[in-house]
């Protein structure tokens, strides 16, 4: 099931930042997917499909906002890598 969520803001912001309603609709979709996998909310993927797009595309956009790609803590990142080598 999809859920719609409305964000109400006046033309003054979309003159501020020099783009159209739907590029506004875009940043925030994405901003908002973003922020939800960096607090690890949300997957890579479930992110990416919130913003519109696919995976991949979404985690080297992550660069555009100055985040990582990957969101693990570094006690995950240790096991992950330990497992890698180690089975």
Excluded: C, W
Aim: no cysteine.
């Amino acid at each position: 099931m999809s859920q719609t969520l409305t964000i109400e803001y006046d033309d003054d912001v979309l003159l501020s930042l020099s783009v159209s309603p739907e590029q506004f609709a875009a940043e925030a979709r994405f901003l908002l997917a973003a922020t939800l996998y960096e607090l690890g909310r949300l997957s890579a993927g479930q992110a990416a499909k919130l913003a519109g797009q696919e995976r991949v595309e979404f985690l080297f956009a992550l660069r555009k906002v100055n985040l990582p790609i990957s969101n693990l803590t570094a006690d995950e990142l240790a096991a992950e890598l330990d497992f890698a080598r180690h089975g």
